[in-house]
């Protein structure tokens, strides 16, 4: 399906690959939010937001014939980076939950405000379904 790139001596990480390389039909997901179908927030948590948040990046990759599995990048953008580090165990359980223990290539980014208000993270995601 993929092959995860880890260069010789580098430690492993923790919850991301370094790297990916596939090959297969892509599939760009756009920024999610923490809101469901029917663009309503149901909650301003952040934790139960990343967990709507993933399952929408879910929906959008199974309406493209992919599953987690398949996702090969995402870049999450959050409003307060203290309080996502303070709230790693909650996010881990709240990530697994969708994504189970498949961790592909991640960047978080820290950005001082969303397009929508109430959001506190938005994930854009890459997946690859192979050939």
């Not at 929408?56 to 409003?79: C, K, Q, Y």
Request: proline share 5%; with cysteine.
């Amino acid at each position: 399906m993929f092959e995860v790139l880890q260069p010789p001596g580098w430690a492993t990480p923790s919850g991301y690959a370094n790297g990916i390389a596939a090959r297969g039909k892509m599939i760009f997901i756009a920024g999610q939010i923490g809101w469901n179908e029917q663009c309503q927030f149901e909650s301003d948590d952040l934790v139960e937001q990343i967990g709507q948040t993933l399952r929408n990046v879910d929906a959008v990759v199974r309406a493209g014939g992919a599953a987690p599995e398949h996702i090969v990048s995402m870049t999450w953008f959050l409003l307060d980076r203290k309080e996502y580090s303070a709230r790693l165990k909650e996010i881990g359980v709240a990530y697994r939950s969708v994504m189970g223990r498949h961790f592909p290539t991640m960047t978080a980014l820290q950005v001082s405000g969303l397009v929508e208000d109430r959001a506190k993270v938005e994930i854009q995601a890459i997946a690859m379904i192979p050939d």
